[in-house]
């Protein structure tokens, strides 16, 4: 499996972004999918998951309000919509592909990693 990720940038604090995450190849049935992130100097953390058929999604603390993750299972692609963007926010976010089911708030349940999308915020 092969995930491409795209749409980081550079921001400033307060605006918006929408990444993008292509799977290709042979993907686990009914997978799910999530974006994590890692800020410099610090460990990679969970921000957002959905499962297959897009009704249930988990947020994190940090982004619940302000981040939309959804999915269109036609393209093999998920979005993270990514609004009101804050500084803390800078990092390499990657997108993954989970064969689990249930809550996806853990990187061991990510059988696949993208390469990662560089997503700055000035402030």
């Known amino acids: 499996v092969q995930l491409q990720a795209s749409g980081g940038g550079l921001v400033q604090a307060g605006g918006s972004l929408r990444l993008s995450c292509a799977a290709s190849g042979r993907t686990p049935s009914n997978y799910g999918m999530g974006w994590f992130r890692q800020a410099p100097g610090k460990e990679r953390e969970f921000v957002a998951a959905?499962?297959?058929?897009?009704?249930?999604?988990y947020y994190a603390d940090s982004v619940k309000g302000r981040f939309t993750i959804s999915r269109d299972n036609a393209k093999n692609t998920v979005y993270l919509q990514m609004n009101s963007l804050k500084p803390e926010d800078t990092a390499v976010y990657y997108c993954a592909v989970s064969s689990w089911y249930g809550r996806l708030y853990s990187d061991y349940k990510y059988d696949y990693w993208g390469q990662g999308t560089l997503v700055t915020v000035s402030s």
């Open positions: 959905i499962n297959w058929s897009g009704g249930s999604t």
